[in-house]
């Protein structure tokens, strides 16, 4: 199976500067394990694959290790390639996604602009083991929308955070970071 593929660096006017993206137009979906292996294989923070619909084209996006709801970088990179390599025509792109609804690309001499679904975050409860994770500090608020939002009182609370990264399942391979490089 042949399937062409592109690399892009979108947010930069440098070579191997700003965030880089594969690009993979499709003719038509692969099964999602195949896609899933060839973002693995690429190992980039994320691949974009894409399928020509009408006027417009369907897109998704994987990291190396599982399917994102939106990817605007890579996005940008799709919509690069569409314009310098795959001979778009128009100066506007819709991509349709499933999670991030239909996104516009346009295009102005020789930048791109998109405006991003709005993902408001709400207050929640602090989930177990968040406080425990990020040092023990108590956070004046806890906010989510796809990600969490934890909002403390100044700049000096921030600093004095000790946060634990450990893999899941995985405690003996915990590591504190005591040295504060924020």
């Not at 619909?53 to 605007?72: A, N, S, V």
């Not at 990179?77 to 314009?83: D, T």
Request: charged share 25%.
């Amino acid at each position: 199976m042949a399937i062409p593929i592109y690399q892009a660096d979108a947010f930069t006017d440098k070579l191997f500067g700003g965030n880089p993206a594969a690009i993979c137009p499709l003719d038509s979906w692969l099964p999602d394990d195949i896609m899933q292996q060839i973002a693995k294989e690429n190992n980039l923070a994320e691949t974009a694959f894409f399928v020509k619909k009408g006027k417009g084209f369907l897109l998704r996006w994987f990291t190396p290790e599982y399917e994102i709801d939106l990817c605007g970088h890579a996005t940008l990179a799709s919509a690069h390639i569409l314009f310098t390599e795959l001979a778009y025509s128009d100066d506007t792109i819709h991509f349709e996604t499933v999670k991030a609804g239909t996104l516009i690309v346009k295009k102005d001499g020789d930048k791109y602009s998109m405006d991003f679904p709005s993902r408001p975050p709400i207050p929640i409860e602090i989930p177990n083991g968040l406080q425990e994770a990020l040092g023990g500090k108590q956070p004046v608020a806890i906010l989510r929308s796809r990600d969490y939002f934890v909002v403390y009182e100044n700049e000096d609370d921030i600093l004095e955070l000790g946060p634990r990264f450990c893999r899941p399942g995985k405690v003996r391979y915990c590591w504190h970071n005591s040295y504060r490089t924020w």
